[in-house]
């Protein structure tokens, strides 16, 4: 809804009367007049000495015809709507033929009426001025014109002195000799302040009014040629009544002009003015807007990318944005919940808390808030049914259960040792009177303008979501953090982190690319590694505590079956893992030891994200890009991007991959995916002692990632494993994306074969088999032998849990 300015359609004596000078007036006038015959004869004594003295420095104007003002770059999605801006002055240049003759008949009566007669200085405009303001002792008008003004604005401080008015008028009569009339009010219009950070009639029309220039009608153009004066004093948010008698003396002028008549003036002063309503400024992708402002300044300087007026294209799409960022948030949120209610941000005296109930001071208005937003409150009452507190200038209520999570108390940072539960606590062990908290507006009631609350809480815990197509590279969103005003450093693209089991796909798939197959059969026992170097002992485990015997590839990555990858890595060897690992993508360093196999070495997330893309993309690497084309003010190209693709991989080794990570999905860890409903592959990760949650997956069309952890590195809380942690969020993302993504099967190359395989064996099943599974193989690597019954592999129990 427009903000609606309406004022009292009677106040034309505003417009149009002027309070009579009195006597001790009169007798003021008389001084002046004389200080001024005073001021002209001394001046005439020497034109020429003054024309040089400050003249000697004043700047040149020599380029003043190819002069641009300060632009903005402007930052466009994949659908050309604009997702962000950079400037220092929010402008927008339009040609003066596309401006309405009403807004420039406007600027010339109010500014300059002899604009078209004079040659940069107004003479007779400086006599009338002087006389105005003696006439009235006050400074009620001021005898710049407008090219004046634009020498001010262009080359000169806002300092208020007599030197600096003088330059001011020897510019602008050096301007006048190099710039036509229309050239210099062209300018002029587009440079000068409008105010709320609207520089030029362009930017002013689109904040004020929400039109382009050429869509407004005579009441707001006469409101807009009235605000450079004085933009905040006359601004419609801040001081409704004179932004309205400002625009009646601007239809005055006119009328005196001859512009308009009188029943034009008093029909279009009576019209009540509608302006935008102003919107808080929230940028969609911090992050992404933040990657792209080091990769521009770091390729075209600051200059050009806060002032040049740069139009770059992305691959951003703003609706898969806007579901990471409430995935990840939301997904944080309950991580944190999970971890234990903190206590309260502050707590109010008495005092404080009695001013609460009775205005609810300093919060916005309960119709500035939707239902979903947390906002801020106070506990004003508390008993066993719930708490009652004061959010958003209005009465809402918590019921035990929107802040049952809160029985689990954390004391200290320490999410393993320092959690306690009470089971048995009821609201008053929970919130106390005075309490400032943060509360979920769960449901509003429009007729009584109560709420129903749910406590809530900042989280502390981290996180990132990465989604790029995997068969362009283009990066379709990119959160790097829960609030990039907390936060700036983007965990997306800048952290690296030990991914744990996510890491596993690297190596079963470089061992499908050896000859292995999805049938061999590895065994998962006890292991025992020893340095007698540096006298240590590595005994990997499971994460289950146990051992599961002979296990097919396929079974050990849908369950990450760690030792059964420990020993996978062995066979298939380290340096092979790490020659695969650099061609899909992971570009870091990688610890070339057995260690790799449980994702010891620190990536990144847009590093495994794009390696899995390879896979959704039939072997075919596509650098992950997030600008297609970069373009001037003038239109000219400054750089342009295609997908730069390359095969590393075979389709065969990619399809067989995938086709195993479908089963992480379908009957693995990544089991809650399946809601879905679509053909998605992926993998969990969790790291020693939970400190890192992962999950990294894709569908042919569409790759993302999820990491979880705190930046200082310590432990999420007993069980927060990729599973509980991560796979939420992505979830949550990918359902929001599949409503605009459509859906597509991976692909099947042709020498891709099928057979029927004893899984205890990885032979072939004998004729008949109960037990036999049907299963994928590169042509030529399918098993021949058929097998023969094998005994039941015994279970191997341990303590200790380990690595997921």
Same mark, same amino acid.
């Given at each position: 809804?427009?903000?609606?300015?309406?004022?009292?359609?009677?106040?034309?004596?505003?417009?149009?009367?002027?309070?009579?000078?009195?006597?001790?007036?009169?007798?003021?006038?008389?001084?002046?007049?004389?200080?001024?015959?005073?001021?002209? @004869?001394?001046?005439?004594?020497?034109?020429?000495?003054?024309?040089?003295?400050?003249?000697?420095?004043?700047?040149?104007?020599?380029?003043?015809?190819?002069?641009?003002?300060?632009?903005?770059?402007?930052?466009?999605?994949?659908?050309?709507?604009?997702?962000?801006?950079?400037?220092?002055?929010?402008?927008?240049?339009?040609?003066?033929?596309?401006?309405?003759?009403?807004?420039?008949?406007?600027?010339?009566?109010?500014?300059?009426?002899?604009?078209?007669?004079?040659?940069?200085?107004?003479?007779?405009?400086?006599?009338?001025?002087?006389?105005?303001?003696?006439?009235?002792?006050?400074?009620?008008?001021?005898?710049?014109?407008?090219?004046?003004?634009?020498?001010?604005?262009?080359?000169?401080?806002?300092?208020?002195?007599?030197?600096?008015?003088?330059?001011?008028?020897?510019?602008?009569?050096?301007?006048?000799?190099?710039?036509?009339?229309?050239?210099?009010?062209?300018?002029?219009?587009?440079?000068?302040?409008?105010?709320?950070?609207?520089?030029?009639?362009?930017?002013?029309?689109?904040?004020?009014?929400?039109?382009?220039?050429?869509?407004?009608?005579?009441?707001?153009?006469?409101?807009?040629?009235?605000?450079?004066?004085?933009?905040?004093?006359?601004?419609?948010?801040?001081?409704?009544?004179?932004?309205?008698?400002?625009?009646?003396?601007?239809?005055?002028?006119?009328?005196?002009?001859?512009? @308009?008549?009188?029943?034009?003036?008093?029909?279009?002063?009576?019209?009540?003015?509608?302006?935008?309503?102003?919107?808080?400024?929230?940028?969609?992708?911090?992050?992404?807007?933040?990657?792209?402002?080091?990769?521009?300044?770091?390729?075209?300087?600051?200059?050009?990318?806060?002032?040049?007026?740069?139009?770059?294209?992305?691959?951003?799409?703003?609706?898969?944005?806007?579901?990471?960022?409430?995935?990840?948030?939301?997904?944080?949120?309950?991580?944190?919940?999970?971890?234990?209610?903190?206590?309260?941000?502050?707590?109010?005296?008495?005092?404080?808390?009695?001013?609460?109930?009775?205005?609810?001071?300093?919060?916005?208005?309960?119709?500035?808030?939707?239902?979903?937003?947390?906002?801020?409150?106070?506990?004003?009452?508390?008993?066993?049914?719930?708490?009652?507190?004061?959010?958003?200038?209005?009465?809402?209520?918590?019921?035990?259960?929107?802040?049952?999570?809160?029985?689990?108390?954390?004391?200290?940072?320490?999410?393993?040792?320092?959690?306690?539960?009470?089971?048995?606590?009821?609201?008053?062990?929970?919130?106390?009177?005075?309490?400032?908290?943060?509360?979920?507006?769960?449901?509003?009631?429009?007729?009584?303008?109560?709420?129903?609350?749910?406590?809530?809480?900042?989280?502390?815990?981290?996180?990132?979501?990465?989604?790029?197509?995997?068969?362009?590279?283009?990066?379709?969103?990119?959160?790097?953090?829960?609030?990039?005003?907390?936060?700036?450093?983007?965990?997306?693209?800048?952290?690296?982190?030990?991914?744990?089991?996510?890491?596993?796909?690297?190596?079963?798939?470089?061992?499908?690319?050896?000859?292995?197959?999805?049938?061999?059969?590895?065994?998962?026992?006890?292991?025992?590694?020893?340095?007698?170097?540096?006298?240590?002992?590595?005994?990997?485990?499971?994460?289950?505590?146990?051992?599961?015997?002979?296990?097919?590839?396929?079974?050990?990555?849908?369950?990450?079956?760690?030792?059964?990858?420990?020993?996978?890595?062995?066979?298939?060897?380290?340096?092979?893992?790490?020659?695969?690992?650099?061609?899909?993508?992971?570009?870091?360093?990688?610890?070339?030891?057995?260690?790799?196999?449980?994702?010891?070495?620190?990536?990144?997330?847009?590093?495994?994200?794009?390696?899995?893309?390879?896979?959704?993309?039939?072997?075919?690497?596509?650098?992950?890009?997030?600008?297609?084309?970069?373009?001037?003010?003038?239109?000219?190209?400054?750089?342009?991007?295609?997908?730069?693709?390359?095969?590393?991989?075979?389709?065969?080794?990619?399809?067989?991959?995938?086709?195993?990570?479908?089963?992480?999905?379908?009957?693995?860890?990544?089991?809650?995916?399946?809601?879905?409903?679509?053909?998605?592959?992926?993998?969990?990760?969790?790291?020693?002692?939970?400190?890192?949650?992962?999950?990294?997956?894709?569908?042919?069309?569409?790759?993302?990632?999820?990491?979880?952890?705190?930046?200082?590195?310590?432990?999420?809380?007993?069980?927060?494993?990729?599973?509980?942690?991560?796979?939420?969020?992505?979830?949550?993302?990918?359902?929001?994306?599949?409503?605009?993504?459509?859906?597509?099967?991976?692909?099947?190359?042709?020498?891709?074969?099928?057979?029927?395989?004893?899984?205890?064996?990885?032979?072939?099943?004998?004729?008949?088999?109960?037990?036999?599974?049907?299963?994928?193989?590169?042509?030529?690597?399918?098993?021949?032998?058929?097998?023969?019954?094998?005994?039941?592999?015994?279970?191997?129990?341990?303590?200790?849990?380990?690595?997921?």
């Amino acid at each position: 809804m427009p903000y609606e300015a309406k004022h009292n359609k009677d106040r034309m004596s505003n417009v149009v009367e002027q309070e009579p000078p009195s006597k001790s007036r009169r007798s003021w006038k008389a001084k002046l007049l004389i200080l001024f015959a005073i001021f002209l @004869i001394v001046g005439a004594g020497g034109p020429g000495g003054l024309f040089w003295y400050f003249s000697k420095d004043l700047p040149s104007i020599a380029t003043l015809r190819e002069y641009q003002p300060s632009l903005v770059t402007k930052i466009y999605g994949e659908d050309q709507q604009v997702i962000g801006q950079f400037y220092i002055e929010r402008r927008v240049l339009v040609p003066l033929s596309r401006m309405p003759q009403d807004l420039l008949h406007a600027i010339i009566a109010v500014e300059d009426s002899r604009f078209y007669e004079h040659k940069g200085v107004d003479p007779l405009g400086i006599l009338r001025a002087l006389l105005t303001n003696i006439e009235t002792l006050r400074l009620r008008q001021g005898a710049s014109t407008i090219t004046q003004q634009l020498a001010r604005s262009l080359f000169l401080s806002s300092e208020k002195s007599l030197k600096r008015k003088i330059k001011e008028a020897l510019l602008a009569w050096k301007i006048e000799k190099v710039l036509n009339k229309d050239e210099i009010l062209e300018l002029y219009l587009n440079q000068i302040y409008f105010g709320h950070g609207s520089y030029g009639v362009q930017a002013a029309a689109r904040t004020y009014f929400g039109k382009n220039v050429d869509q407004l009608n005579l009441a707001e153009v006469a409101y807009l040629a009235g605000v450079p004066r004085a933009p905040s004093e006359y601004s419609p948010y801040i001081n409704p009544e004179r932004a309205k008698q400002r625009q009646g003396v601007v239809l005055r002028r006119m009328r005196e002009e001859g512009f @308009i008549t009188e029943e034009q003036l008093r029909q279009v002063y009576r019209q009540d003015l509608y302006f935008q309503k102003p919107e808080k400024v929230e940028e969609v992708a911090p992050y992404y807007l933040e990657h792209l402002r080091q990769y521009l300044t770091s390729a075209y300087g600051d200059n050009m990318v806060y002032k040049g007026g740069l139009s770059v294209y992305t691959t951003l799409n703003l609706t898969l944005q806007k579901a990471a960022t409430a995935a990840l948030k939301e997904g944080l949120r309950e991580v944190d919940k999970r971890q234990g209610y903190r206590g309260p941000i502050a707590r109010k005296n008495p005092t404080e808390l009695a001013r609460e109930r009775e205005t609810g001071a300093g919060m916005m208005a309960m119709a500035m808030v939707k239902e979903g937003d947390i906002i801020e409150g106070v506990v004003t009452a508390v008993d066993d049914k719930g708490a009652t507190v004061v959010a958003a200038g209005r009465t809402g209520r918590i019921p035990p259960e929107g802040m049952a999570w809160a029985k689990k108390r954390l004391k200290g940072p320490d999410l393993l040792k320092d959690v306690e539960l009470h089971p048995e606590a009821k609201p008053p062990d929970i919130l106390h009177l005075g309490d400032v908290i943060k509360v979920k507006l769960r449901k509003l009631d429009a007729r009584t303008q109560t709420a129903v609350l749910s406590l809530d809480q900042d989280p502390l815990v981290e996180g990132a979501l990465i989604a790029l197509d995997p068969r362009t590279g283009a990066i379709k969103a990119m959160v790097g953090g829960y609030d990039f005003k907390r936060s700036e450093f983007n965990r997306a693209l800048s952290a690296r982190r030990q991914p744990g089991s996510a890491f596993k796909p690297i190596i079963y798939a470089t061992a499908i690319e050896r000859g292995f197959t999805p049938a061999t059969i590895v065994v998962d026992s006890p292991i025992v590694f020893v340095d007698e170097e540096q006298q240590k002992i590595w005994k990997p485990e499971n994460y289950e505590s146990k051992f599961y015997g002979p296990i097919s590839l396929r079974e050990a990555l849908a369950h990450s079956r760690n030792l059964a990858t420990v020993k996978l890595l062995d066979r298939v060897g380290i340096k092979n893992v790490v020659e695969f690992a650099k061609r899909v993508g992971i570009a870091g360093p990688l610890t070339p030891d057995l260690s790799m196999a449980l994702g010891s070495s620190s990536v990144s997330l847009i590093e495994l994200t794009s390696a899995f893309g390879v896979f959704a993309n039939e072997g075919i690497r596509v650098e992950p890009m997030a600008v297609l084309s970069v373009v001037d003010s003038a239109g000219q190209v400054l750089e342009e991007h295609e997908p730069a693709a390359n095969e590393v991989i075979a389709k065969e080794t990619a399809y067989v991959i995938t086709n195993m990570m479908e089963d992480v999905i379908q009957r693995g860890t990544g089991g809650r995916a399946k809601v879905l409903g679509r053909p998605l592959a992926g993998k969990t990760g969790t790291t020693n002692d939970f400190t890192d949650a992962w999950f990294v997956g894709f569908a042919p069309n569409l790759a993302a990632g999820v990491w979880v952890g705190f930046d200082d590195v310590r432990s999420l809380g007993d069980r927060e494993a990729g599973a509980s942690a991560a796979l939420p969020i992505w979830i949550n993302f990918m359902r929001a994306a599949f409503e605009v993504v459509p859906e597509t099967t991976f692909p099947i190359p042709e020498n891709i074969v099928f057979a029927k395989v004893d899984p205890q064996t990885g032979l072939l099943a004998p004729e008949g088999a109960e037990n036999a599974a049907v299963e994928i193989f590169v042509k030529g690597t399918e098993p021949t032998k058929v097998s023969h019954p094998q005994p039941k592999p015994a279970e191997f129990f341990r303590i200790d849990a380990a690595n997921e």
